[in-house]
């Protein structure tokens, strides 16, 4: 026997005698006590030779792990080459036996090689099989012959009277092997290839038919290598190939094996990992609930529990939460008492969660979900070298992200950008060409600040898949610029719906893919020419609307898009009414949708050129705008009254004219009264109240501000018959539950008054609006012209700025407003 240090501890020990042949190692993918029990082999064993499950392919890409830049969680990805979509991956965790052994061979100058089945064969057997599953008679989760594949820990831990294979595993295994381990480094392997023996008579392959393929190959490599460096070589695989790889078989059997099968050109290269993505079902078997405490329990050297607890109360400390020192003994304590009454050898994941929700979270799972997702799984993100290989275009990324600032990491973040600043403005349209891309790292999120066109809000999270999608993207370049740009004039020759043409022209306006434009307008010109439906014009215009708008705060030439959009509106204005016409419920809500959207965008089209700085628009221009806001106006007077349009859209069609100041509050209060007649069927009537106060912002408010149309509704619904009631209430409900709680609280209670004299009709200034607290009869100048400085102030327009002529009332509560820049511009 020769004398070894404890991995752990450095304490000295006797070794056990070394078992005969090549040493193989059999572990659990990403179990910290496999990686501990394999670094003590091999520092007991001293092979001259590590062979590990994974691609051949990746043998040149060996020496990066030894970089001390390659920091785990990495993952080897292979993908097809011309076809980066077809990819597999191979992840490395820090405390993975793989890794450990990578890491061990490289350090001590011994040979490392993978011995798997080639990606090249792995990935085409893949597409194989998903096109036979696709197939009629597919398999699905089965294998070919109908067999659901077997989970050896699952079957280990059934037999051994466990109904979770994690805490059988735990038990026998993380608990057994931590602190000063065993006195034999080659007991656990023992053990586990001969419970894996008895589970292969049982089972043969465990519905896993690809196996054979995979351990014949291994065979193989195995042969090579002892051939090489005789019987000083181990294996390091996942225990279930341990019983095949120390079968007896002949060579030719296993070349027998591999012949014919498909194959594919592959490419491979290391790409960061995440703990939060090796929570997830891929590659190794990975899917592991919580690596983030599988990683602390490989790195602690002694007393897990209570370094794990330490860690909890920093966590929860920095919520700003009282944690004492008292709380982490109280932990420990509670967790070992735990562990004892449930005969457990140690306090394990399950105890641990039980204690910190008890002694540290007041019983709460809410701070308890935020120790799950920072330390259980964790958000640890793995980093590789600059030089190791990569695709061009990923090349560029990475650049570009180091310039910016801006950092790929996995939790996800709100990113708030000011397009005035260039660095920002930079930013922005990096995120927007990689959308185009359909690189998904940013997605669009509402901001908390201002509305204006000069602020963007984004939700960033980096999730390891975006580097296949980086690699599928390369086919249209090499650089982030040249492939949004080709990938953008692909999609304009390929679009068939004109609503798809004006969303690409905004998105390469948000993007800056200058170049892309041309195409895309001629498409947009050509498409919009020939399309006669109203409904997908409509459609259509509002992002029209939002290119225009973002062209001009980015300095960008859209006049060439300015009369696309002018023609689009003119017709819009001349098929709606038709179009809104003979309805359903649900084309009904369609309609109102596109309502909503086209006079939205028909103010961006009147409100542009009063926002340009370079230019000022002449008199026939504007004049044509002035006749584009009359003509829809006329357009949404025609709509409120016409009796044949569906009731969501003329009720829609009476608010947006209020909110604008084109329709008086008398006449507003004539048309609901009309809608709420008891002639009107209730289901249309309830139609017409959720065109008119439901989904456009402020509607609440609308009925809180003004008491008379609030008693035309009250008066209608207590009026509606018993036995239609059930059929109105679903769109009631649909409308009021939008409302924010204090406004619907609010609307409550002054329904709960009662009647007033009046409420239900009546003159302007009488009735029960007129005799509510703080409300008066109409508009007091005195007391507005107070705040109107103020107001212009932060407009930016300055005190004493007159309001332009005509324009109108002033919009009501809740109404849409204007971007900052054209609320400048107006005031």
């Not at 294996?235 to 019983?243: D, F």
Request: aromatic share 4%; with cysteine.
């Amino acid at each position: 026997m020769t004398a070894t240090g404890h991995p752990a501890t450095g304490a000295v020990r006797p070794a056990a005698e070394r078992p005969p042949g090549p040493l193989l190692l059999g572990v659990r993918h990403h179990g910290p006590g496999s990686a501990r029990a394999v670094r003590a082999a091999l520092d007991a064993a001293r092979p001259r030779a590590v062979l590990i499950e994974g691609p051949p392919e990746a043998d040149a890409l060996l020496p990066f792990a030894a970089d001390e830049r390659m920091r785990p969680p990495v993952a080897l990805l292979a993908h097809v080459v011309g076809d980066p979509g077809q990819a597999a991956f191979w992840p490395m965790a820090a405390f993975s036996p793989e890794w450990v052994a990578l890491r061990w061979a490289l350090g001590h100058g011994a040979e490392v090689r993978f011995i798997d089945l080639p990606a090249a064969h792995s990935l085409a057997m893949t597409r194989a099989e998903a096109e036979a599953a696709d197939g009629p008679g597919g398999a699905g989760e089965a294998d070919g012959a109908g067999r659901v594949p077997v989970d050896p820990l699952g079957v280990l831990a059934e037999t051994a009277g466990y109904d979770d294979p994690e805490r059988w595993w735990e038990d026998v295994v993380e608990h057994r092997t931590g602190g000063g381990g065993t006195a034999d480094p080659w007991a656990p392997f023992t053990v586990l290839a001969e419970a894996m023996t008895a589970l292969r008579e049982a089972y043969g392959d465990g519905g896993h038919p690809r196996d054979a393929v995979r351990e014949a190959h291994m065979r193989i490599q195995l042969r090579k290598a002892v051939k090489e460096f005789g019987e000083d070589t181990a294996v390091v695989c996942g225990a279930w190939h341990v019983p095949a790889l120390a079968a007896r078989t002949t060579l030719t059997a296993d070349r027998a094996l591999l012949k014919g099968l498909p194959k594919v050109r592959a490419e491979l290269t290391w790409v960061p990992w995440s703990h939060r993505r090796l929570a997830r079902r891929s590659g190794y078997g990975a899917g592991i609930d919580s690596p983030g405490w599988y990683g602390h329990l490989f790195e602690a050297g002694d007393r897990p529990v209570e370094r794990w607890m330490t860690k909890v109360a920093g966590l929860l400390r920095e919520e700003d939460r009282f944690v004492s020192s008292a709380h982490v003994i109280e932990a420990v304590r509670l967790a070992a008492a735990l562990a004892a009454l449930r005969g457990r050898p140690l306090a394990g994941l399950p105890e641990t969660t039980d204690a910190v929700r008890s002694v540290m979270c007041d019983g709460s799972d809410v701070p308890l979900a935020l120790v799950h997702d920072r330390l259980v799984v964790g958000e640890t993100l793995g980093e590789v070298p600059d030089d190791a290989p990569v695709v061009p275009l990923q090349r560029d990324l990475t650049r570009q992200q180091r310039t910016l600032r801006l950092r790929p990491e996995p939790p996800e973040r709100e990113l708030e950008l000011d397009l005035r600043k260039d660095n920002d403005a930079a930013r922005s349209r990096l995120l927007h060409r990689l959308r185009l891309l359909g690189v998904d790292w940013g997605e669009p999120a509402a901001g908390r600040g201002a509305t204006g066109t000069f602020r963007e809000s984004w939700r960033l999270r980096w999730e390891p898949e975006l580097y296949v999608r980086v690699a599928e993207a390369g086919i249209w370049g090499t650089t982030v610029l040249t492939a949004a740009t080709a990938r953008a004039g692909a999609g304009a020759a390929g679009a068939t719906a004109l609503a798809e043409i004006t969303a690409l022209a905004e998105q390469c306006l948000l993007a800056g893919v200058p170049d892309a434009l041309p195409g895309v307008m001629r498409a947009l010109a050509d498409r919009a020419a020939l399309d006669a439906d109203v409904g997908r014009l409509a459609e259509a215009l509002p992002a029209l609307a939002r290119t225009l708008r973002y062209g001009d705060v980015r300095s960008t030439d859209t006049a060439a898009l300015a009369g696309v959009a002018a023609g689009l509106a003119e017709r819009i204005c001349v098929g709606l009414p038709p179009a809104c016409t003979g309805l359903d419920a649900e084309g009904a809500a369609t309609m109102r949708d596109r309502l909503d959207g086209v006079h939205a965008a028909i103010g961006l089209l009147t409100g542009v050129p009063a926002t340009r700085t370079d230019a000022k628009p002449g008199a026939g221009e504007a004049a044509g705008e002035d006749g584009l806001r009359e003509r829809w106006t006329a357009v949404l007077h025609r709509l409120a009254a016409r009796d044949t349009v569906a009731g969501t859209v003329r009720g829609r069609a009476a608010r947006l004219l209020l909110d604008e100041g084109r329709l008086a509050e008398d006449e507003a209060a004539r048309l609901m009264g009309l809608a709420l007649s008891p002639g009107t069927p209730p289901a249309d009537a309830a139609a017409w109240i959720e065109g008119f106060v439901g989904g456009a912002a402020g509607g609440g408010m609308l009925l809180v501000h003004d008491e008379r149309l609030l008693g035309l509704v009250d008066a209608w619904l207590t009026g509606v018959p018993a036995d239609r009631f059930a059929d109105v209430l679903p769109l009631l409900r649909r409308t009021f539950s939008a409302y924010e709680p204090g406004v619907r609280r609010t609307l409550g209670e002054l329904v709960g008054r009662g009647p007033r004299a009046g409420r239900a009709g009546g003159a302007p200034g009488t009735g029960a609006a007129a005799t509510l607290p703080g409300f008066g009869p109409e508009t007091d100048a005195a007391r507005a012209a107070a705040a109107e400085d103020v107001v212009l102030l932060l407009l930016g327009a300055g005190p004493g700025t007159a309001t332009p002529s005509g324009a109108g009332t002033a919009p009501r509560a809740g109404t849409d407003t204007d971007t900052e820049e054209q609320r400048g511009a107006t005031a």
